[in-house]
């Protein structure tokens, strides 16, 4: 880590940004990501950005921590005994964090180099945003979606009808999953954004207390969305820079299991958010993939036909 960035991150009090990343069996991932991360640190403290970065370790047995502590000496570095998940972990990032804006960043997410100093501007242009998302994008440079409409009983039916994929309908669906890439061609107000990369000010986790933990990986960062705009806060999105995301590295990439724990966090959802409804989207959960599952069959996509049936046996 060069001298300049030393020199920028320390644990005073007043700090303008603290970037948490989570780690969980991801080195040289994480390794990427960090690199990325210091020197975009540097960029933004010649714009005299003050900085601090944390990582959260989730009991990772690839040698994740002892990488981190001999490269990243400077990082300060959270090596938790188990693994807490993505809300646990960042949490406990929040919890010791000392900036007035916060990042949450996937280590499979890499920063260019004035994305940080882009994100402060961001914050400060768009006063009454209290979150922030931005355009993600895959390796090869494809646009990947990044946010979407709060979940509601009538929307969660559209979207398990494949009503949103309906380009005469989608507009007017509010879609939980838009994803044409038209919707994110401006800076605009979101529903929610994800948390691969979700910038915040320090006061929205003080009035709101972050994730909720029941919520162990998918659909939390949705959840905490909605309880931050309860509480007044707008969540914002702009395209005005771009970060690349790789997408379920925690995971070891298995679609199939995200799509079976994001169908189990809408349940989640809908149970606490919208209280007598969940035997309702349960089923709608449930025949929306008996759909899918016979249309994948019939066009030959036999894993996302098995995917769906995965979703039925455990939903």
Known sequence: ???????????????????????????????????????????????????????????????????????????????????????????????????DYFLLLNSDAFLGEDTLDLTIGAMKRHSDWGVLGCKLVYPDGLFQPSGGYLPTPLNIVSWMMGLDLVPGLRSVLAPVHPGWPGFFYQDRQMGWVTGAFMCLRREVWEKTGGFDEKFFLYMEEVEWCKRIADAGFRIGFTPAFSVIHMGRASSNFDNAGALVKEAQGLLHFIKKHYKGRENFIREVIVWGNWLRRVAFTVIGDQSRADASKKIISQI
Request: aromatic share 6%; with cysteine; charged share 20%.
């Open 1 to 99: 880590m060069s001298g300049m960035l030393q020199k920028r991150v320390s644990w005073q009090i007043n700090m303008d940004l603290s970037v948490i990343i989570l780690s969980y069996n991801t080195k040289n991932l994480t390794r990427d990501c960090l690199t990325r991360v210091v020197q975009a640190g540097e960029y933004a403290g010649t714009n005299g950005i003050d900085l601090e970065i944390i990582v959260v370790d989730n009991a990772s047995t690839d040698g994740s921590p002892r990488m981190i502590q001999k490269e990243f000496p400077k990082v300060r570095l959270l090596s938790q005994k188990k693994n807490t998940g993505f809300t646990g972990g960042n949490n406990l990032g929040m919890k010791v964090a000392k900036g």
